[in-house]
């Protein structure tokens, strides 16, 4: 459960205060979860390796790139990822996805692109902002509905940009966004296991990785 704290001005009611937020959060989650899409990697046998989230951008489907060879945990427990299935949250719809971008060498940056039949509009960016409340989304286990979880900013050091929230193995590859539904970043892992920390891509690497890739920036 993410904590904040709030400063009450005088003669603010703070049940009033507390469904404000609560509306936001729902706002929020109601503006980006339809775009949030469960991914499936298989083995070339057809095996199941590992599940990952992603989410709709234009005409492609944006994920972390360490998911595409990616061998089970323990790691080399299982054989690698090849191929992908995305899940879509709006009606259960699941198809075979193509791998337009692979990742980078070396997963730098942890991006990669794939396409489906659906696509989507773009999701806005933002400046990157210490202490901002964000909003990281994702699946966990069996679900079938993105869950989200809400944080702040805690590091902007080139190389090492990190918010405070919990997220499950399953979160890598889905969206951080603002409380305005602006993209953030794309998760990558959970940074320790004493304190909740994700590590992000930033919003400024997959602006750059797309136009790479040939496919429209972030606006």
Not at 13 to 18: H, T
Not at 25 to 54: E, I, M, N, R, W
Not at 102 to 115: A, E, F, Y
Not at 150 to 155: A, D, P, Q, R, V
Request: some cysteine; glycine content about 12%; hydrophobic content about 40%.
């Amino acid at each position: 459960m993410a904590r904040f704290r709030i400063n009450l001005d005088d003669g603010v009611d703070p049940v009033d205060v507390g469904a404000a937020v609560e509306m936001l959060d729902q706002a929020v989650y109601a503006k980006v979860s339809p775009l949030v899409v469960k991914l499936l990697g298989f083995s070339q046998d057809g095996s199941l390796v590992g599940q990952f989230s992603g989410f709709m951008h234009g005409e492609v489907i944006v994920a972390a790139g360490h998911m595409q060879g990616f061998c089970g945990k323990p790691l080399g427990s299982t054989s690698p990822a090849v191929a992908f299935k995305a899940r879509y949250p709006t009606d259960g719809f699941e198809e075979d996805l193509e791998v337009v971008a692979p990742s980078p060498p070396g997963n730098v940056p942890d991006l990669i692109l794939l396409k489906g039949s659906r696509s989507a509009t773009s999701l806005w960016s933002t400046d990157l902002e210490i202490m901002a409340s964000v909003y990281a989304l994702g699946y966990t286990g069996t679900e079938n509905k993105p869950s989200c979880s809400k944080g702040s900013l805690s590091s902007t050091m080139p190389g090492s940009v990190a918010i405070t929230a919990q997220a499950d193995d399953g979160f890598s590859g889905g969206p951080v966004v603002d409380k305005h539904g602006r993209l953030m970043g794309v998760v990558k892992g959970a940074l320790g296991t004493t304190i909740m920390r994700i590590g992000i891509t930033p919003n400024y690497d997959l602006h750059t990785y797309l136009l790479q890739a040939g496919y429209p920036g972030l606006i």
